[in-house]
């Protein structure tokens, strides 16, 4: 089970941090990764780390911005998400995958519930 929280209300220029907590058999999550969708548009991937070594990959339009880090004590993620723009106003979800070096978005099969994010000009 996935537990997303941190979303929030911020104006352009803002900062938000994400947490993502993880329940259940830690041993069957590879990679978690953040995603996030407007209404109307499709879910689209953000960022992802890798459980087994930390290494990670974010989207060229959130480069710079967000960094993606992991506490593997407490099953838990966090999207740090710098200088906000208006385009990152969207719920954000947290995914999981069973492999350690999905190949894919399409990899991330287990969902939590989202967490709504609004950057405000």
């Known amino acids: 089970q996935l537990q997303a929280s941190g979303g929030g209300f911020v104006q352009v220029g803002g900062s938000l941090r994400l947490s993502c907590a993880a329940s259940?058999?830690?041993?069957?999550?590879?990679?978690m990764a953040w995603f996030r969708q407007v209404p109307g548009k499709e879910r689209e991937g953000v960022s992802l780390?890798?459980?087994?070594?930390?290494?990670?990959y974010l989207v060229d339009s959130v480069k710079g911005r967000f960094t993606i880090s992991g506490d593997k004590a407490k099953n838990t993620i966090y999207l740090g998400m710098n200088n906000l723009k208006p385009e990152d106003t969207a719920v954000y979800y947290c995914?999981?995958?069973?492999?350690?070096?999905?190949?894919?978005?399409?990899?991330?099969?287990?969902w939590g519930k989202g967490t709504q994010v609004t950057v405000s000009s």
């Open positions: 259940g058999r830690r041993e069957s999550i590879g990679a």
């Open positions: 995914a999981a995958a069973s492999s350690v070096r999905p190949t894919g978005w399409k990899d991330f099969v287990s």
């Open positions: 780390i890798s459980t087994a070594d930390g290494s990670s």
